[in-house]
């Protein structure tokens, strides 16, 4: 049941980190928002009618830190949609099949993802002194948005980063049940002596 829980949690910060990853709304300003991978533009006062685009292909991304940027990000979502479906099968495996110790399969991926997607937010910002960015929020620099403010998007990208590097610290919940031992300790060497418990 426990890790079925910590599965379900997983899943959920793979999906959520892929909305951030396709939201448009990481910049916004009062007719145009930029994610990641989308852009949208609106007439003003009229957010409900967008014309919105994608950047099919890194080449298509018009700055360099935005490609790093867009590279480091999706490579940490794949970690951990990776990591994601690892935790779903070992969850969902027979008893007798994996060993329940540890932090799960790879306790490792995960944090290698949150590594990654963290990387990837604060690079990010740097693509905002591009001329796309310019064009979009006025006198934006580097880590400067000008007139564009910050989306949801970006936000829930950074939640997700947040709670990818945190949730290996929690670890994998104990799956092992722990046999009753007899501990004897012996005064000349002062060391601890393990022994299994016997039935009387």
């Not at 909305?19 to 852009?39: D, E, K, R, V």
């Not at 007139?147 to 610290?169: K, R």
Request: net charge positive.
């Amino acid at each position: 049941m426990a890790g079925s829980v910590w599965a379900a949690l997983g899943l959920s910060l793979a999906c959520i980190s892929a909305l951030s990853l396709i939201s448009p709304a990481w910049f916004q300003s009062h007719t145009f928002s930029f994610g990641i991978l989308t852009y949208c533009s609106w007439p003003r006062g009229d957010s409900w009618n967008q014309s919105c685009g994608t950047f099919r292909s890194l080449d298509d991304i018009p700055d360099f830190a935005w490609k790093v940027s867009a590279a480091i990000l999706l490579g940490g979502w794949l970690l951990l949609a990776f990591n994601a479906v690892l935790l779903l099968s070992w969850a969902l495996a027979p008893k007798g099949l994996c060993p329940r110790r540890g932090s799960g399969p790879m306790p490792g991926v995960q944090a290698v993802a949150a590594t990654s997607i963290t990387v990837g937010l604060l690079v990010f910002p740097i693509s905002l002194a591009s001329p796309f960015a310019k064009e979009a929020c006025g006198a934006s620099s580097v880590y400067h948005g000008g007139q564009c403010q910050l989306g949801w998007g970006y936000v829930t990208a950074i939640l997700s980063a947040f709670l990818a590097s945190f949730l290996p610290m929690i670890g994998w919940p104990g799956m092992t049940k722990v046999q009753e031992k007899i501990i004897l300790f012996s005064g000349d060497t002062e060391k601890i002596i393990l022994m299994p418990e016997m039935s009387k």
